[in-house]
């Protein structure tokens, strides 16, 4: 899901906040376990549960400087989501025109 960031929404890792933030996307998954009895029968309906997540990854454009690669800032929020462990997996240029550069960021968030 894409989270766009408005004004009020504020975007922070590790406690400090990410400056500039124009769109944030966290993806998260979470498989399935099947808890289907074994005396289901011949094409009975079988019932499913959310397993545990998995860590989310968590793409974040913005402007202005790149964030340290390999940082264990600690967590990260923004607006109401909110994950208790994040690290920054990538940081890298995505368009620079003249002295603005912008840059997308992919962080790895669990809790």
Do not use: W
């Not at 960031?5 to 998954?29: D, K, P, R, Y």
């Not at 997540?53 to 400087?65: E, L, Y």
């Amino acid at each position: 899901m894409a989270y766009t960031v408005s004004q009020g929404v504020s975007c922070s890792l590790g406690g400090s906040a990410v400056a500039n933030v124009t769109q944030v996307a966290v993806n998260e998954t979470c498989p399935t376990v099947e808890t289907s009895d074994m005396s289901i029968t011949n094409n009975g309906y079988k019932t499913y549960i959310r397993g545990l997540p998995d860590a989310a990854d968590i793409t974040i454009n913005h402007i202005g400087s790149t964030l340290a690669i390999g940082n264990q800032a600690g967590g990260f929020s923004c607006g109401n989501i909110s994950f208790s462990g994040a690290t920054v997996m990538s940081s890298e240029v995505s368009y620079r025109v003249g002295e603005i550069v912008a840059y997308t960021t992919t962080v790895r968030a669990s809790n």
